[in-house]
């Protein structure tokens, strides 16, 4: 069964920084897309970013330059390093795996349960 965690939200200031990591159990996540997603309040869920198995990154506007993607297949641990963090970021974040990369996303097939973030000004 598969399985995806999620881990490392919590709350800081704007400007502050979050590292987020998603533990994959129960496959082996290297052949598959793996990306992070959020949702805000009243808003629908959105991309954040996605990497593809061959390590090739794509990221929403808005994260570029903050952001970065990252995954370790031995470990089978997904990552999303988040800096300069901005009260818009508030959100639950959301990991999620597929097989399917179009080049800007991981079209998602299984997903985590999710950790929150919440930024202030």
């Known amino acids: 069964q598969v399985q995806l965690v999620e881990s490392g939200g919590g709350s800081v200031q704007a400007g502050g920084s979050l590292r987020l990591s998603c533990a994959t159990l129960?496959?082996?996540?290297?052949?598959?897309?793996m990306g992070w997603f959020r949702q805000a309040p009243g808003a629908e869920r959105e991309t954040v970013a996605g990497?593809?198995?061959?390590?090739?990154?794509a990221y929403e506007d808005s994260v570029k330059g903050r952001f970065t993607i990252s995954r370790d297949n031995a470990k089978n641990v997904l990552y999303l390093q988040m800096n300069n963090l901005k009260p818009e970021d508030t959100a639950m974040y959301y990991c999620?795996?597929?097989?399917?990369?179009?080049?800007?996303?991981?079209?998602?097939?299984?997903w985590g349960r999710g950790t929150q973030v919440t930024v202030s000004s």
């Open positions: 999620a795996a597929g097989k399917s990369f179009t080049g800007t996303r991981c079209i998602a097939d299984y």
């Open positions: 990497v593809d198995s061959d390590g090739s990154t």
């Open positions: 129960g496959y082996s996540s290297s052949t598959y897309c």
